[in-house]
């Protein structure tokens, strides 16, 4: 077990009590938040070309993208998570996203 960024030595105990294993992983890591390919791709998507007169005009843009967003959306971007996650396993802490191109 090796100590996590964040994670009490409380909780580090008990982890260690019950043989569970704490993944290492940078405080950002982009192979694992699905924000990065998820979120963001779609919105750059969609906010692409478009100018604002000002920050109000892209707030009003951005709540109203959000809005619309349908359920599903939120659904296939947790679920892509999970299956991030288990590859992050799999791998014993290596980079996710080589593996995933590499599968395409």
Not at 43 to 61: N, P, R, Y
Not at 76 to 94: E, T
């Amino acid at each position: 077990m090796f100590p996590s960024h964040g994670v009490a030595n409380l909780t580090q105990q008990w982890l260690q009590h019950y043989g569970w294993e704490i993944f290492l992983h940078p405080a950002h890591s982009p192979d694992l938040a699905p924000s990065e390919f998820h979120l963001f791709g779609p919105l750059k998507c969609h906010l692409g070309g478009m100018a604002f007169e000002t920050e109000d005009d892209l707030i009003s843009e951005l709540r109203n993208w959000f809005d619309n967003l349908d359920f599903d959306f939120f659904r296939v971007g947790i679920n892509s998570l999970l299956s991030r996650w288990q590859k992050y396993i799999d791998l014993h802490g290596d980079y996710v996203e080589k593996y995933w191109k590499s599968e395409l």
